[in-house]
C-alpha cells in the first residue's frame, strides 16, 4: 500500500516555473514506477512523465518536453516534476501516481491531485 500526497501548486504567470513534489508513505517507494499525470477542465486525465524505480528512465508527454523534468529521491520518498516555461495550456490539476515495476502493471496509487493555474 502506497499513499502519495502532492504539493507545490499554485498560480504563476506564463514563462515562470512551479516545482511540485510527491510525497510517498511505505518503505516500498523505491519498488515503484512513479508517473504524473494532469486533467483540465472538460478534459481526461492525461499522461505527463514517468520515471523508472531507479531514476535512471524517464518518458514525458510530447507537450511538456523539454520544459518539465521528473526526477525522485528515494531516501525522501519523493517524487518531483519541476516545470519551466509554463504555458496557459498547463493548467490542470496535476496527480502523482504509483504503478509496480513490472511489465502490464497498473497505476493503482494516486493522490488527491494540486492545483497548477497559469495566467497569460
Known amino acids: 500500500q502506497v499513499q502519495l500526497v502532492e504539493s507545490g501548486g499554485g498560480l504563476v504567470q506564463a514563462g515562470g516555473s512551479l516545482r511540485l513534489s510527491c510525497a510517498a508513505s511505505g518503505r516500498t517507494f523505491r519498488s515503484y514506477v512513479m508517473g504524473w499525470f494532469r486533467q483540465a477542465p472538460g478534459n481526461e486525465r492525461e499522461f505527463v512523465a514517468t520515471?523508472?524505480?531507479?531514476?535512471?528512465?524517464?518518458n514525458y508527454a510530447d507537450s511538456v518536453k523539454g520544459r518539465f523534468t521528473v526526477s525522485r529521491d528515494n531516501a525522501k520518498n519523493t517524487v518531483y516534476l519541476q516545470m519551466n516555461s509554463l504555458k496557459p495550456e498547463d493548467t490542470a490539476v496535476y496527480y502523482c501516481?504509483?504503478?509496480?515495476?513490472?511489465?502490464?502493471?497498473?497505476?493503482?496509487?494516486w493522490g488527491q491531485g494540486t492545483q497548477v493555474t497559469v495566467s497569460s
Open positions: 520515471i523508472s524505480w531507479s531514476g535512471g528512465n524517464t
Open positions: 501516481a504509483a504503478r509496480a515495476n513490472r511489465p502490464g502493471s497498473r497505476y493503482d496509487y
